[in-house]
C-alpha cells in the first residue's frame, strides 16, 4: 500500500472511505496527480515514484488553516 498526500481547496469534495480516480500530468523532471473531477492536486512526484494505479480509498483528511490535506491510499502491490 502506498499513501500520497493532496491539496484540497474546498470542504466535503471528498469524505473519508471514498474510492478516488486519479489523473496523471507529467512535467519535465516530475509527475503530479489530481484527484478527478479536479477535487484535489498532489505535490510534484519524483519520475522514478510513478503511481502504479489510479484508484484509490481515502484515510484521512486533515483540516489546515486554509484549505485541507487529503490522504490517498493505494494498492500497489505486485500480482503474484
Known sequence: ???????????DLVKVGDTVEVSEGELPSNWYYT????VAMSGNIPLFQRLKSTS???????????????TVEFNEEEPM
Open 1 to 11: 500500500m502506498r499513501k500520497m498526500v493532496f491539496k484540497m481547496e474546498r470542504p
Open 35 to 38: 484527484i478527478e473531477p479536479a
Open 56 to 70: 484509490g480509498t481515502v484515510t484521512d483528511i486533515e483540516t489546515l488553516t486554509v484549505g485541507f490535506n487529503v
